[in-house]
């Protein structure tokens, strides 16, 4: 079956505990991203990559890092998670036929910092 | 940023009836998109309209598109107690050096039995 994986999906930690989400993909898609979402702000994107070794900010990348060594995986790393990064976080995918194209969302991972 | 902007913020009507949710925009695009999400969970795509079209349907879905009102709205006819969740436009355009998605803040759906 075609999907984005995320893990864990939700997360309850501390402040300044480095934390990793998963994300990975099995539809062979170029373009990957992770937003957050809060309410009343709809999602917004924290980064993106276009390919494997290719990443760059999105909107809101700030306290956040990415990487892209393998097509498939973009695991979104907080160093020190703080408060403010308490959010519903996806990951999404698309192939890069037109852009911006289609983006298949993963389920999501809750995470709480207190 | 934000470029979307949906009208309403929340509809609640009864099956059987139709729902119009509308979508406003600031800038220029190459498409605006319209996804559901469930309650809590990851977006799905519903249908994707390219700034050079003017209609498009999918099932009971029907969006339109004017780019000279810089508006999108979105059908959902005889709707169903599970078409109940928020709905968001989003906007493609290139920004800030590369193309990207920007997300509304929704409208949220109650269609009740």
Known sequence: ?114 | SQQGEEDPQALSIQEGENATMNCSYKTSINNLQWYRQNSGRGLVHLILIRSNEREKHSGRLRVTLDTSKKSSSLLITASRAADTASYFCATGEFSGGYNKLIFGAGTRLAVHP
């Open chain 1, 1 to 114: 079956e075609a999907q984005v994986t995320q893990n864990p999906r939700y997360l309850i930690t501390v402040t300044g505990k480095k934390l990793t989400v998963t994300c990975s993909q099995n539809m062979n898609h170029e373009y990957m991203s992770w937003y957050r979402q809060d309410p009343g702000l709809g999602l917004r994107q924290i980064y993106y990559s276009m390919n494997v070794e290719v990443t760059d900010k999105g909107d809101v990348p700030e306290g956040y890092k990415v990487s892209r060594k393998e097509k498939r995986n973009f695991p979104l790393i907080l160093e020190s998670p703080s408060p403010n990064q308490t959010s519903l976080y996806f990951c999404a995918s698309s192939p890069i036929r037109e852009v911006p194209n289609e983006q298949f969302f993963g389920p999501g991972t809750r995470l709480t910092v207190l």
